[in-house]
């Protein structure tokens, strides 16, 4: 139910904010993948988990346009 509901408030989020949030994860996941690099990250899991997020948020820009 969780990623339902991310979706439905992804669909509301205009297209610049959109695209400010990709950026956002995009950050993230260069952050998570030198923390692992330098083994100072806990979960590993976030990284599969911002890959993922950054999929969606893709996903809702291509439905848009």
Do not use: G
Not at 9 to 31: A, C, F, P
Not at 37 to 58: E, H, Q
Request: glycine share 0%; net charge positive; no cysteine.
């Amino acid at each position: 139910m969780k990623i339902k509901e991310e979706l439905k408030t992804l669909r509301t989020k205009k297209t610049d904010l959109l695209y400010k949030e990709l950026q956002d994860e995009y950050i993230n996941l260069h952050k998570h993948r030198f923390s692992a690099k330098f083994r100072n990250l806990k979960d590993i899991t976030k990284i599969n988990k911002t890959k993922k997020k950054i999929a969606r948020i893709l996903t809702v820009i291509r439905e848009k346009i």
